[in-house]
């Protein structure tokens, strides 16, 4: 399969092909994904909740993510893998953005992903003037969640929409190649779309955006709980408890391995 590309981004938005996006840890998982042609796999710093068991995203680090990215990496062919800049590895500076994005891509991503918009946008310009393509993650931002008092949904009212829009056009003019926009309300996603010559991915943010992301584990419900955004695709999770249980009770009842599972 043709690899996907930065360029494969802007096309599919000028066509109108909603892009697809899904988080991905692992080799195995990424392989899943890439086979059923999801167009971009996200090493998302949410592997610090769904896959380290932490209550929020601020405890990763670049080691882990860089760990995360080179699995993923050899497990895809065709999607375009896009790593997390983790909380702290960005913020201070452009040189620091910029080293820190590098490990990334030296771990085999083909783009990074990092937190803010106008705060953010010489970070996005160094990486982006450098040749590390960048995606902006603005609206709902996980690493500032202390700040904005947990998941709230963001640019409800004019004013919070404009903050909103001058997100989205900084991370435009500083070279992005597409933006995540993340619990925005979908008339105000739609908006951003429109104004936007760059893609948009939404997350809990409607149907009109030029493509969407989910968390891989919410998706398939291997948790009891997903944000109400969510739908369930699968029910992976309770299928592999089914499984488990059956694996204990088929040793504990000798029922497995018979003769034909032994050499
Ligand atoms: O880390 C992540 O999974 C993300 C998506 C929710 C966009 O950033
Ligand atoms: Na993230």
């Known amino acids: 399969p043709r690899r996907v590309r930065i360029a494969h981004l802007h096309e599919a938005k000028t066509h109108g092909d909603p892009l697809t996006m899904l988080t991905a840890y692992d080799a195995i998982v990424a392989s899943i994904f890439d086979r059923a042609g ?65 490990q990334l891509i030296k771990a085999g991503a083909h783009a990074v992903k990092l937190e803010g918009g106008v705060r953010v946008a010489d970070q996005i310009r160094q990486c982006a003037t450098h040749g590390i393509p960048v995606i902006g993650h603005i609206g709902f931002t996980p690493q500032a969640e202390n700040a904005l008092s947990g998941p709230r949904i963001q640019g409800r009212g004019e004013e919070a929409a404009d ?52 968390v891989w584990t919410d998706m398939v419900a291997m948790t009891d709980w997903q944000p109400s955004f969510v739908r369930i695709f699968g029910e992976i999770g309770t299928a592999l408890q089914g499984a488990a249980t059956d694996y204990v009770d088929a040793v504990k009842d000798r029922s497995f391995p018979t003769r034909e599972h032994s050499f």
């Open 38 to 102: 999801v167009d971009m796999l996200l090493v998302g710093d949410s592997i610090g909740t769904t896959m380290f068991g932490e209550a929020n995203t601020l405890g990763v680090e670049l080691a882990d993510m860089v760990r995360a990215t080179k699995s993923v990496a050899k497990g895809t062919e065709r999607a375009l893998v896009v790593a997390d800049l983790p909380f702290g590895t960005y913020e201070s500076s452009p040189e620091q953005a910029f080293a820190s994005a590098a």
């Open 163 to 214: 903050r909103v829009i001058e997100d989205a056009v900084a991370v435009q003019e500083a070279g992005a190649s597409a933006v995540v926009l993340e619990m925005v309300p979908a008339e105000l996603a739609e908006r951003i779309t429109s104004i936007l010559t760059i893609p948009t991915i939404g997350i809990g943010a409607g149907p009109g955006t030029d493509g969407q992301v989910l």
